[in-house]
């Protein structure tokens, strides 16, 4: 596999963006092998994301951010991150008591469908720990209170072993629990969530019986950045399923279950792939 750097940016749209950080990259001998970029009209905001080979690459990989920043940060007021191919995203994997989720995940990961590193696996539950042992990960479990009086405990232990474990995102794998503040500041637009409806309609508890009361005609499921209003960060993938007025609330969940896991992994990969950027509450997802 050739070695690549991967480049995210955005900033207010004007003149040369792509010119300079093209001729950057040619200029110091990179092979461009993926480029798209998009202009927001409403915002006057432009978003590029560029991929290189780093085989003959004159700039050292741990200088590029620092070169960028120079040449071109203040003067296109730029955000930007650089990722690199060979260095794999470490994914904790948060939760509860379902297991629909975390097995697919698990065995895309296996199946070499998700570059990632799972160092571990974390719930509130002891139930989902034969699963982590089926595929040889760490399980860790911190109860939490029904009062919440050890919150506070559980996430300062919970910080500790993702940080102990060098952990680059969070993926809440059906996760019944609200994470704080704290940890959303330390890790933001790296938590991803996955909601069983298609929001922003049927926020918060049982959704599928909101919508069985509801007579909605679809249902769906969403996956997301967590942020902290509930159900409301940036959205990252979405899909629906048809049903009709034959269906129960106990249906819908089964429905919804497929949808869910397919919803969650798309979501998961993307974020792996290095093609989702943030801006306000929008994500935006390139090809």
Known sequence: ????????????????????????????????????????????????????????????SEKIEEYIETLYGSRYEMEFDIYF?????????????????LYDLLARYKAGELDVEIPCIVSNHEDLRYVADQFGIPYYVWSIKKDWSNKQEVEKAEMELLKKERISFIVLARYMQIISEDMIKRYPHKIINIHHSFLPAFIGAKPYHQAYQRGVKIIGATSHYVTSEL???????????????????ETLVLKGKDLEKIVLSRAVKKHIERKILTYHNKTIIFS
């Open 231 to 249: 159900d409301a960060g940036p959205i990252i993938e979405q899909d629906v399923v048809r049903i009709t007025h034959k269906d129960t609330p």
């Open 85 to 101: 191919n060979y260095v794999k995203p470490r994914m904790a994997l948060f939760v509860s008591k379902m297991s629909h989720c």
């Open 1 to 60: 596999m050739q070695q690549t750097a991967i480049l995210l940016l955005h900033c207010p749209d004007q003149l040369g963006i792509i010119t300079d950080i093209t001729k950057f990259i040619t200029d110091n001998h990179g092979n461009i092998v993926y480029l798209d970029q998009y202009v927001d009209k409403v915002d006057g905001r432009f978003f590029m994301r560029v991929e290189w080979e780093l085989a003959e690459f004159s700039i050292p």
